[in-house]
């Protein structure tokens, strides 16, 4: 029986596909379900202000956004490249009005809570699954760590191998 559902929520097309059938499924089992944010570290600012704009929540977080500092993480054929950082609080911030907006879309829940983890993405997925007792993973196949996947593996592929419950994969 399925009781508790996680639901990584990073703002993706993916991850919205993924919500919804998560919450389907909780509507079908009358299952709790998770919400759960792993803050946007080393997510470009011009993603997060997509991802802000397409959730109706560009003007609260705007100024937040600028508030970016760009350092040199790596030098390539003698160039340094550049990654943007944003303070904790700008994060937090960001996940917190994304959790909001994407709990208020949903209706026929009755238990839905909301996490963030400051923490690689997988890795908080699979604490929150271990600590909220998940029954089942619902995840988006790509999200904002396009590039850095296909060097270190995705985090659904993680999640699927190190997960103690059945995951679903949703593009």
């Known amino acids: 029986m399925i009781s508790t559902i996680i639901a990584p929520i990073d703002g993706t097309e993916h991850s919205d596909n993924a919500l919804r059938l998560a919450v389907d499924i909780a509507q079908k089992y009358n299952a709790s379900l998770v919400l759960i944010h792993a803050l946007l570290r080393g997510t470009s600012v011009s993603i997060m202000h997509e991802i802000a704009g397409d959730k109706g929540f560009l003007d609260q977080v705007r100024d937040d956004l600028a508030n970016v500092e760009t350092i040199p993480i790596a030098t390539v054929a003698g160039v340094a490249a550049p990654m943007e950082v944003l303070p904790n609080e700008t994060l937090e911030r960001f996940g917190d009005l994304l959790l909001e907006r994407m709990k208020a879309g949903i209706s026929g829940v009755s238990d839905i809570r909301t996490r963030i983890i400051d923490e690689d993405p997988a ?14 993973v619902v995840i988006g196949s790509r999200g904002v760590g396009d590039l850095k996947s296909l060097l270190l593996g995705s985090v659904s592929h993680k999640v699927v191998e190190e997960a103690n419950c059945p995951c679903v994969v949703v593009k």
């Open 123 to 136: 890795k908080a997925i699979l604490q929150c699954v271990e600590e909220e007792g998940g029954d089942l």
